[in-house]
């Protein structure tokens, strides 16, 4: 109700833009990210400026979104209609590269995620939580039943697709919060109708990429990266040893695996071994020789006006971002796919670390690491305060990808 009376003050005088300033000027980008999630709620557009002080937002002038900005902390600089109209026939010159993606409506946002997880377990959950961006968490018996077609956007929590229960078995098999984990799942395969729960998730993997051919965007990181596509390239292969499903696994798996079903890698090989915390040579967790001191990956330019798909997923206010491990912490980059775009790498460690594709008439993005702001989160570690963290570029990724599905996106060219 309070967009219609604030309209008539809005277009009393003259027009008024909030610029809301991503660079060094926001003291606030996270939330920012919220601001602009929020607006959108509202039926209001918001211009997203692609390489633009850090990638802006510019939003029609309201007293209610200016007063939300305060409250949530959030750096806003009122602008006038002549300075906003210079600023976007600046975007719009050939030579600079920068581009105005208008966004009109908020993408509804799932995160697959079991019951049993709690919100700090996954960076994905705490940012939405600490940016206020709503989401609902689904599951397998949600995606099975096909609920995933009413969300624009779906985050995988940290998910072992493979069926082994993150490997967790040489180290944690005793341990309760394991054993709810393996029981969960077993009771849920059951009631599905399935005989493994490795056989739940490689149907529920299919599901996943049947949504994304349709139109839908998936962001996936960690673990839930290289153990999707292992399950997919594994189709029909037995991989898990008798600890997790009963019987031996195939040894002869490798020899079996079909790449062409994979999303982003090929040519991997899987770890047999069912004690070893790793399930492929995709990660380069136990490979990598990169000190946490230097440690840092660089993200790349790409040009607004013809490749605005992967511009507005790096749009940050640093280009150099500060590493983090996780379960999977990078992709080897001779095993990710030609036709796959890496969007942020080590070079010189050889390590893609964010990465994007499309599929059919979607999209999805790998991101490796758990914790932008945690270097090594180990289990049982207590949650990142983002609070202490509100203008972190590793989680500016994340935020990225929230908003990407709002944006009315022209066909990449390159």
Not at 135 to 143: A, G, P, T
Not at 216 to 224: K, Q, R
Request: glycine share 6%; proline share 5%.
């Amino acid at each position: 109700m309070f967009i219609c009376f604030s309209l008539l003050v809005a277009q009393s005088s003259f027009a008024v833009y909030l610029l809301v300033p991503m660079d060094g000027k926001q003291k606030n980008h996270l939330k920012a990210y919220g601001i602009a999630y929020w607006t959108l709620e509202q039926a209001i557009e918001v211009k997203w400026l692609l390489n633009y002080r850090g990638g802006s937002f510019l939003i029609p002038y309201y007293q209610e979104i200016e007063n939300e900005c305060l409250v949530r902390g959030v750096s806003v600089e009122k602008i006038a209609d002549a300075q906003s109209s210079a600023i976007l026939a600046e975007i719009a010159l050939p030579e600079v590269n920068q581009d105005a993606i208008s966004m009109q409506k908020a993408p509804k946002v799932a995160v697959y995620s079991p019951p049993n997880k709690q919100p700090w377990d996954d960076a994905v959950t705490l940012v939405l939580t600490y940016a206020e961006i709503p989401y609902d968490v689904i599951y397998d018996e949600e995606i099975l039943t096909d609920q995933l077609k009413d969300y624009d956007w779906l985050h995988l929590h940290h998910e072992d697709f493979t069926g082994q229960f993150g490997k967790f078995y040489r180290s944690y098999q005793h341990m309760p919060w394991y054993q709810q984990e393996v029981n969960t799942n077993k009771a849920l395969a059951e009631r599905m109708g399935f005989a493994k729960v490795s056989e739940m998730k490689r149907t529920v993997a299919k599901q996943i990429q049947a949504y994304i051919a349709q139109g839908g965007f998936l962001f996936a990181m960690c673990a839930a990266t290289d153990t999707y596509d292992i399950a997919m390239a594994a189709d029909g292969v037995d991989i898990c040893e008798s600890m997790f499903d009963g019987d031996p696994a195939d040894p002869h798996m490798n020899d079996k695996l079909n790449y062409d079903h994979a999303l982003a890698f090929h040519n991997f090989k899987v770890v047999k071994d069912p004690f070893e915390y790793e399930f492929s040579d995709i990660d380069v967790s136990t490979t990598r020789k990169v000190r946490p001191t230097e440690d840092y990956f660089t993200l790349f330019d790409f040009s607004a006006k013809w490749d605005p798909v992967p511009t507005m997923l790096t749009q940050n206010h640093q280009r150099i971002i500060k590493g983090f491990m996780g379960q999977t912490t990078a992709f080897d980059h001779q095993l990710v796919k030609p036709d796959v775009l890496v969007m942020g790498e080590n070079k010189a460690a050889g390590e893609a670390r964010y990465i994007h594709g499309e599929l059919g008439k979607g999209f999805w993005t790998f991101y490796g690491g758990h914790d932008p702001e945690d270097y090594r989160h180990l289990v049982g570690d207590p949650p990142t305060d983002l609070s202490l963290h509100p203008t972190s570029p590793g989680y500016r990724l994340i935020l990225n990808n929230i908003l990407f599905p709002a944006a009315k996106k022209k066909k990449q060219k390159t």
